[in-house]
């Protein structure tokens, strides 16, 4: 059955990047422009709250102008407003939510409130307007979300039908990535300091736990980064030189061991057809080797560039409320959060 065509416009600021987007039919990305406020946060080690939702205000207006004009639209031309509604820092949301709002209001086109994780989900479905297009994945399907505040499994059996098999139960992986990165002296973002340092280490020189939490499906990376901390400390007591590349291969070695075994062993129990895998920390190389090496089936993996936050996926999740819940052109209504939330 083809879907109805609508152009969504899309406003993500849950975190430390202000982003627009406008796709079409929940796949053509049209525009996706992001401004990010890393090097702003990078002195503390991680996101400032505050500092965050002031330049999240000073962004949001060009920025959103900046979507529409790359799309060659105007606003007119938009079927509906989606909007980041959480989870995320709060200061940051109501930025974004405040100027979704005014736009709806001021158009009176519908407004279309999307849960963070949704999104990523969604980015598997994503290609650029002047790229050719991609088999979308297929139902049912098992998606893997790593991020710096998650960790979830979720199975999906069609569009908007979400059963959340497990999560994090202490530090989501990108969360585990920035705090080692910090505990061995590398710079914020943890993630791709890990990785870049991790390419000259030896990932067996350090036999870090790995939590399988058998009997179900949650992740904890609390003990792994516990782990890292005693060994540094150890090695810093004898007065011995840390051997930086190796502990950030050994430790990410650990991390991707649990992500992998425990995504796979999932996609087998319950019998799915394909495999999502995204979020932030998907986007490190050696998960994306090992998943797609080891998985018997087809794994979609967003390209880097979908994989941190970003507007585009938020605008096409929407679509697909947009087209099954019936919005009339009228509707100004922000969706109740997903059950992930």
């Not at 060009?62 to 004009?69: S, T």
């Not at 939590?211 to 990376?221: H, L, N, P, Q």
Request: hydrophobic fraction near 45%; proline fraction near 6%.
């Amino acid at each position: 059955m083809s879907l109805p065509t609508a152009r969504i416009l899309g406003i993500e600021t849950s975190c430390d990047e202000t982003a627009a987007s406008v796709v079409s039919d929940g796949r053509v990305i049209h525009s996706n422009v992001v401004a990010s406020q890393i090097d702003l946060h990078a002195e503390y080690g991680g996101v400032f709250p505050e500092l965050a939702s002031r330049e999240h205000v000073k962004a949001i207006y060009p920025i959103v102008e900046q979507a529409l004009h790359q799309a060659h639209l105007t606003i007119q031309d938009i079927d509906a407003i989606a909007v980041t509604q959480g989870p995320g820092l709060a200061g940051s949301l109501v930025v974004g939510m405040n100027m979704a709002k005014g736009i709806a209001l001021a158009t009176r086109k519908p407004l279309i409130g999307v849960n963070h994780m949704e999104g990523h989900i969604y980015s598997a479905w994503l290609y650029p307007a002047n790229a050719s297009p991609h088999q979308p994945p297929n139902f049912p399907l098992l998606a893997l979300l790593v991020s710096g505040g998650h960790s979830d499994l979720v199975l999906m059996k069609d569009h908007l039908q979400y059963e959340r098999l497990g999560g994090t139960l202490d530090d989501a992986a990108g969360e585990a990535f920035d705090k080692v990165a910090r505990l061995l002296g590398l710079s914020y973002p943890g993630g791709p300091s890990i990785q870049k340092a991790s390419l000259s280490g030896s990932s067996t020189a350090f036999a870090f736990p790995r939590a399988m939490m058998e009997g179900t499906w949650d992740f904890s990376f609390s003990g792994v980064k516990t782990s890292v901390l005693r060994t540094v400390e150890s090695l810093q007591a004898e007065a011995k030189n840390l051997p930086i590349e190796d502990l950030a291969a050994s430790f990410q070695e650990a991390v991707v061991d649990v992500l992998v075994e425990k995504t796979l062993f999932a996609a087998d129990t319950h019998q799915v057809r394909e495999i999502i895998v995204a979020g932030g920390v998907s986007a490190n190389k050696r998960l994306r080797e090992r998943i797609l090496s080891q998985s018997k089936r087809p794994i979609h993996i967003p390209p880097l560039s979908l994989c941190t936050d970003n507007a585009a996926m938020i605008a096409g999740a929407a679509y697909f409320h947009f087209v099954h819940k019936a919005f009339s052109p009228h509707d100004i209504d922000v969706l109740p959060t997903w059950p992930l939330s």
